[in-house]
Structures are given as structure tokens and as C-alpha cells.
């Protein structure tokens, strides 16, 4: 069994995670990341993602973030996320409506910048639509 630490999940409207875990799957800015005890001191933005929760006890529980970022130390990890939802609570209307959000915002985008930022964030939605939704 391994090690627990001290993981949180905040976002601004609630506490969603507090406790004991053996280990967190984020979606990192540079890629999907694992944390576990131990682990060397990192912060690290978020980008839109599911991460992976394994308690102590060995259950997984999954959410959905979007963006935020991670503070990692070797005695916990807290994540304050953006946005979060668990997976089981998913709506597919508010992925529809962020999908379509997006859309608009490449559209309106003032400068080439603007249009590169709006366009990965969709593409990182319509791929974290197709990970926890069924078709």
C-alpha cells in the first residue's frame, strides 16, 4: 500500500476534496502528471482535464477541471482549480455550452494571439468531451 499525503481540490465555489489519498492524476501544463507522497516540491498550472483521485482506502473518484493551478509539496498537494465538477455530476449541456463558447471566441478573437488561445482551449474541451461522455 502506498503512502497517503494530503490532497485538496478547491474551486471557487466549494471544497470538493479534502483528505487522505495514495495518489492524483492532474492534467498539468505540461502533460498528465502523478503525484504521491514525497514528491518533490512543484507548482504547476492546469489545463482542462480530468484528474484522477485514489484514496487511502484504494477507491478512484474522477473530476473535471478547468484550469486553475497546483501547488505540490511532499507532504500534500492542493489544487486550486478554476472550475471542477466530479465526472458522475457532468452535465452534457454545460460541456455543449462551453464547447460553443469557445467557438465564438475564436470567432471575436481581435488578434492572432487571441485566436491560438481560444482554439487550443476548444480543442482541449472537445477531447475532454469525448474522454467522460458517452456518445
Avoid: N, W
Avoid at 495518489?23 to 498550472?45: D, K, L, R
Amino acid at each position: 500500500m502506498a503512502e497517503a499525503f494530503q490532497f485538496e481540490l478547491v474551486s471557487p465555489e466549494r471544497l470538493l476534496v479534502s483528505g487522505q489519498v495514495e495518489s492524483v492524476v492532474i492534467p498539468g501544463a505540461e502533460g498528465e502528471m502523478t503525484v504521491m507522497a514525497q514528491h518533490a516540491p512543484v507548482m504547476t498550472t492546469i489545463q482542462p482535464g480530468v484528474v484522477t483521485v485514489k484514496s487511502a482506502g484504494g477507491q478512484e473518484e474522477r473530476y473535471v477541471v478547468f484550469g486553475g493551478f497546483a501547488d505540490i509539496l511532499p507532504s500534500g498537494c492542493t489544487l486550486l482549480a478554476e472550475s471542477a465538477v466530479a465526472v458522475k455530476d457532468i452535465d452534457r449541456a454545460d460541456i455543449a455550452r462551453r464547447i460553443q463558447e469557445a467557438k465564438e471566441d475564436i470567432t471575436d478573437a481581435k488578434d492572432e494571439e487571441s485566436r491560438s488561445k481560444a482554439e487550443l482551449f476548444l480543442h482541449q474541451l472537445t477531447t475532454l468531451e469525448g474522454a467522460i461522455l458517452p456518445a
